[in-house]
């Protein structure tokens, strides 16, 4: 139950991040970025990128049956989005001491509380969709919604050489 990375660069779970083209148009793409950083993410992949219809419509195959999922597909493919790669990184030492450590960091449960709820009209203020959006088809933000979707998402938007091993400084400061 881990997606461990290599030994030199430990991490838990990864989250897969993209403002949506309205972020990008409306200038919000480093406030966006800000947000998570702020909280203490680090970024292990960082692109700005004009999706292709049919990637768009992989990434959100389970909404295909949707009344507005071809106005989504529109919406998402109307101008450059920025994907990102979210990560928490751990302490080194735990990686040694213990497996757990692995476990309910929740990046990705976290991340989702940082973009607050699907209908920004109903996201809390202080939520990334709270504070600058008013519609749920201009809500600026996408984060997976589970781990294994964390995985698909970042396998269908990066290749692999897009992505980078590194350790932030911060770690020591972040965990304990
Ligand atoms: P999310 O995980 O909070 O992004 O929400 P969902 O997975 O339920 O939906 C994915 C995306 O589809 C949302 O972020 C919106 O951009 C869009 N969406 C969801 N519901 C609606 C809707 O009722 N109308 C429109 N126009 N777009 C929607
Ligand atoms: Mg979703």
């Known amino acids: 139950a881990s997606s461990l990375g290599s030994p030199a660069c430990p991490e838990v779970e990864q989250s897969y991040i993209m403002i949506k083209p309205d972020g990008v148009q409306r200038g919000l793409v480093g406030e966006i970025i800000s947000r998570f ?17 049919d990637l768009a419509q992989e990434h959100y195959k389970d909404l295909k049956d949707k009344p507005f999922f071809p106005t989504l597909i529109d919406y998402i493919t109307s101008g450059p989005v920025v994907c990102m790669v979210c990560i928490l990184f751990t302490a080194t030492y735990f990686v040694i001491l213990s497996c757990k450590a692995w476990e309910g960091a929740g990046v990705v449960a976290s991340a989702r ?45 990066f290749k692999e050489g897009e992505l980078c091993q590194w350790e932030s400084v911060q770690t020591p400061w972040l965990v304990e």
Do not use: M, Y
């Open 37 to 53: 950083e702020k909280k203490g993410f680090s970024l292990k992949g960082l692109k700005l990128f004009r999706c292709p219809k």
């Open 113 to 157: 509380k940082l973009i607050g709820a699907t209908n920004p009209l109903q996201a809390e203020p202080g939520t990334i969709r709270g504070d600058l959006a008013v519609q749920t088809g201009r809500n600026v933000v996408h984060g997976s919604d589970s781990p294994d979707n964390g995985k698909r998402e970042i396998a269908l938007w």
